[in-house]
């Protein structure tokens, strides 16, 4: 019985000891202060945002976080004052037991690049607005005529199938909405333009425009064509240029 009791008040000394330790350590390391701060990108295209950027974002009880306690560091606050610059899609804040602060940046990924009555702006693969930067001007289509988050949604669909063809990610340069919700792409390679339509059966219209482009890019013929018009059911119809004198 004795043996049993004694065994029980050293199992409470020892938790005792342990929890002091951990709280003494605990306390210790908070009254450490931030030693320094480092921004790391994911790998990939990140050209609007830079490391300073980013550093006059970790601001907490209106100062900069380096060289204040760790124990008062608040890790959600500052994560939530990165992700309101429009720039940044997703980040997360941690601290090192060296007292480091290091902030985890995926940067936006501009899809196109909306212009219209005294405004412009990038949207992304969710349809979210992203400002003109200063930094930083992305190769993206230029895209008017679109006046409503129904009609990004409907623009992502359409710039996401023209990325993944190669060819046709190069090509097609800007993009306009008619007020007859048709589509009018203006490309690289000439003067000419392409009317697409409406945003249906858009499979089978890329496929005619890549067939037609197969036979028009050899035989140069498609340096003749004012417009190549792909809309109509299982058909191209072309507007060749007016010669001199015609």
Known sequence: MMKTIAT????????????????????????KKVANTVVEFE????????????????????????????????LHLLETNVLKNPYVEKAAVCLTINGELK?????????????GNNTSYYVDKFGMKIPLSANFSARVPL???????????????????????????????????????EYLFTVRSGAYKIVFGKLENVAIKFKKLLAFYNKALI???????????????????????KQNGE
């Open 8 to 31: 029980y008040i050293s199992f409470i000394m020892l938790l005792f000891f342990v929890g002091f330790l951990y709280g003494f350590t605990a306390n210790k390391n908070g009254v």
């Open 43 to 74: 790998a990939g295209d990140n050209n609007f945002l830079t490391h300073s950027m980013i550093d006059k974002l970790l601001i907490q009880n209106k100062k900069f976080v380096k060289n204040q306690p760790k124990r008062v560091v608040n």
């Open 103 to 115: 902030t985890f940046i995926k940067q936006r990924s501009p899809l196109a690049r909306i212009v």
């Open 143 to 181: 895209v008017s005529g679109i006046n409503s988050t129904e009609d990004i949604s409907e623009l992502i669909t359409l710039i996401e199938t023209i990325k993944n063809n190669d060819f046709l990610s190069k090509e097609i340069i800007a993009i306009q909405k008619s007020t007859e919700n």
């Open 219 to 241: 035989d140069k013929t498609i340096e003749n064509y004012k417009t190549i018009n792909v809309k109509y059911h299982n058909q191209v119809v072309c507007t060749k240029q």
